[in-house]
């Protein structure tokens, strides 16, 4: 069984900075898009950043700039590094991979638990 696990989140004055990562662990065959994702009270979960299996990126037109994702293949992680954190930057952070299976070959989505991020005045 796959899982993501998150970690990273926190609180953290305006300008400062957060880098959060998240593991797949179980039994598969690859991982396809890593991402993040974000989501406020109130409002549909939006992404954040993707890269690719072949390290190509988008970001958000928010969070240009300031965010960087990266993946470390031999750990089956991705990384969200946050600088010039703003208070509209304050959601709770989803992680999301795009993992084909062993046996049958098949792509499916999985997601992280989510960790909250605080961006405080």
């Known amino acids: 069984q796959v899982q993501l696990v998150e970690s990273g989140g926190g609180l953290v004055q305006a300008g400062g900075s957060l880098r959060l990562s998240c593991a797949a662990s179980g039994r598969f065959f690859s991982i396809n898009t890593m991402g993040w994702y974000r989501q406020t009270p109130g409002k549909q979960r939006e992404l954040v950043a993707i890269i690719t299996s072949g390290g190509s990126t988008n970001y958000a037109d928010s969070v240009k700039g300031r965010f960087t994702v990266s993946r470390d293949n031999a750990k089956n992680t991705v990384y969200l590094q946050m600088n010039s954190l703003k208070l509209e930057d304050t959601a709770v952070y989803y992680c999301?991979?795009?993992?084909?299976?062993?046996?049958?070959?098949?792509?499916?989505?999985?997601w992280g638990q989510g960790t909250q991020v605080t961006v405080s005045s």
């Open positions: 999301r991979m795009t993992i084909s299976q062993i046996m049958s070959g098949r792509t499916y989505i999985y």
